[in-house]
């Protein structure tokens, strides 16, 4: 896998979004700056994985014609958007034990929500064309 410098931004604006749930929400507990970072790049690492695996099954679904491959594949999408907020919880848990604590399912479904909108957002202004850059 290759770092992209679109990589490195996306480690920025996590740290950024978990620094102000860790802020807000007494539940997000961080024990220090290393840590938040090294949490923003393992959330990096595990939402790219997810990401992944959700495009791959979207992709089954729109690709497919018959009836029960598209159910199951619908069943499987509907298991992966709630587990992978689980997931996200145990390998925190499991890398950082009691350090790191991103609250509980509603608050790491928020704190999910939010780093995919601001990395989208931020994307799209890092990926504007030059021309548009110079007419502002």
Excluded: C
Aim: hydrophobic letters at 60%; zero cysteines; charged letters at 20%.
């Amino acid at each position: 896998m290759r770092l992209r410098p679109v990589d490195l931004v996306d480690i920025f604006v996590y740290l950024v979004v978990l620094g102000v749930f860790i802020q807000l929400f007494p539940e997000v507990i961080s024990e220090s700056f290393l840590l938040a970072l090294l949490t923003a790049v393992l959330l990096k690492v595990v939402l790219e994985g997810v990401l992944y695996v959700k495009k791959r099954i979207m992709a089954r679904i729109r690709g497919t014609h018959s009836r029960w491959v598209r159910v199951l594949n619908v069943a499987a999408l509907l298991l992966v958007l709630p587990g992978s907020k689980f997931l996200v919880l145990e390998i925190v848990a499991w890398v950082f034990g009691d350090a790191v604590y991103l609250g509980g399912f509603l608050q790491v479904t928020a704190l999910i929500i939010v780093l995919m909108l601001a990395r989208g957002g931020v994307r799209r202004i890092v990926d504007r064309p030059a021309a548009e850059t110079h007419a502002d």
